[in-house]
């Protein structure tokens, strides 16, 4: 038996005052201890009871628009009250430099806004925001924020910005001409609002822009930039203006086609095939007596059409219907600004 | 008034047509370049240039731009209408 065990069996066998007198100097003692060692013991009253760390739960993350998402998903429970979580990222998969950490929470979704960031998430649990589980890892490799469109931001805000300008094409001999202008017409400037500045835009004419491409227009504050392919992100000074499909090339040779009649039936039918088509054109039927009959052509091919599908067959034809093709060019598709403004001049949908 | 210049860089011919009266101003500009080689930066030229007077197409877009005035103009006077000067 040890020198403590006896003098505890010796308080135990006494009076209430020698059990008094050995606990106080048990913890006079404990005292003693804690403060040679530089922890301080809390009054017996004050102690409080440790509780243990939970198991680790898990997290998801995903970016998109310059965000990436963070969703918590906690631990089962095996101690009532609250339970925290303590999300951080950083763009080094150890963590062992530039760490940033949420504030322990019981929220189960966090956003971090980080264009164009590439970033490891990870999350760890708690009870009293003292004792941690270990850390879990969103995803072995970083995820990727994404850039941030401008679609994703209100109206004429900071990040944002609207134009009234309008951009579109016309066919113009060899190549065609693409147009930007504002909402009075050719020739007139348009608006052009950055955050809460506003500014004008003059028209312009850009010729020589090839057939039925698609066109990012963008204006420097000197000329007017015009790619087929639209940078992640535009140079500080270009103001994004529009996008635009070019016209289809300007004179194609349209498809003949002679129909034959049974019975007043259309059954069948012959073509050329045209040359220079960039849409399948649309066919019109015209009779002295017949009605109801439609024709359509099956597809496009090296410029001309591939075939002609009887798709209703009419009734009453004479012997000798005509038929009239019309379109087989591209019209284009006009990009840019809006009549009320609203998105004009967002470039979204690349 | 015009200034004109090419832009080499961007395979770009640009033209820039202002009134000084009225502050009206408008670009006229001819792609020379292909697309610029993404690697390298260098500009193709094009081969369908021959029919492009750049001349001739300043006095025809110079001709547009008066008629638009004149028409703005002749609107403002038959409706009393104040004409704002450019801000310059």
Redesign the interface.
């Known amino acids: 038996m040890s020198d403590i065990d006896a003098l505890i069996e010796s308080a135990a066998q006494g009076s209430k005052e020698d059990m008094r007198n050995v606990l106080q100097s048990l913890y006079q003692q404990t005292l003693n201890l804690g403060n040679a060692n530089g922890q301080a013991f809390l009054p017996t009253s004050t102690q409080q009871t440790a509780v243990a760390a939970p198991v680790a739960g898990a997290i998801s993350v995903s970016g998109a628009n310059g965000v990436i998402t963070a969703t918590v998903t906690n631990p089962a429970q095996n101690v009532s009250g609250n339970l925290y979580n303590e999300v951080s990222y950083s763009t080094a998969k150890g963590f062992q430099s530039g760490v940033t950490t949420f504030p322990a929470s019981s929220a189960l979704q966090y956003s971090i806004p980080s264009p164009g960031a590439q970033l490891f998430v990870r999350a760890r649990w708690s009870y009293d925001k003292s004792n941690w589980s270990s850390y879990s890892l969103a995803s072995l490799t970083p995820t990727d924020a994404g850039l941030q469109s401008s679609g994703a931001t209100a109206n004429a805000v900071p990040l944002n910005q609207s134009n009234y300008a309008y951009v579109d094409s016309v066919a113009a001999?060899?190549?065609a001409v693409v147009r930007?202008y504002g909402g009075s017409?050719?020739?007139?400037?348009a608006i052009s609002v950055k955050g809460g500045t506003e500014s004008q835009l003059?028209?312009?004419?850009?010729?020589?822009?090839p057939y039925a491409s698609t066109q990012f227009v963008g204006y420097d504050g000197?000329?007017?930039?015009?790619?087929?392919q639209l940078p992640g992100v535009f140079p500080d000074p270009v103001t994004p203006v529009g996008k635009v499909s070019v016209v289809g090339t300007g004179t194609p040779t349209l498809p003949t086609v002679t129909l034959f009649v049974q019975g007043g039936h259309i059954v069948g039918a012959n073509f050329t095939p045209g040359t220079g088509l960039t849409e399948v054109p649309t066919f019109t039927i015209s009779d002295a007596t017949g009605s109801g009959g439609a024709i359509q052509a099956t597809g496009l091919s090296g410029g001309g059409i591939t075939g002609i599908q009887i798709t209703s067959s009419g009734e009453n034809y004479s012997g000798t219907p005509t038929v009239s093709a019309t379109g087989g060019v591209f019209s284009g598709a006009s990009g840019g600004g809006t009549v009320s403004g609203g998105n004009g001049g967002r470039i979204t949908n690349v | 008034m015009v200034r004109h210049y090419l832009?080499k860089a961007?395979g770009?011919y640009?033209a820039?047509l202002e009134h000084k009266e009225t502050g009206?101003?408008?670009?006229?500009?001819?792609?020379?370049g292909k697309?610029a080689c993404p690697h390298c930066g260098h500009v193709t030229p094009?081969n369908?240039?021959g029919?492009?007077d750049p001349n001739k197409?300043h006095i025809a877009?110079i001709k547009?731009?008066n008629e638009?005035d004149r028409r703005m103009s002749a609107w403002a006077s038959h409706h009393k209408v104040p004409i704002h000067k450019a801000r310059k």
């Open positions: 001999g060899s190549a930007v017409g050719p020739y007139t400037s003059p028209s312009a004419t850009i010729i020589n822009v000197e000329q007017y930039t015009v790619t087929p | 832009h961007r770009m640009v820039h009206s101003e408008h670009k006229l500009q001819i792609m020379v697309e094009k369908n240039l029919e492009f197409l877009e547009q731009l638009d």
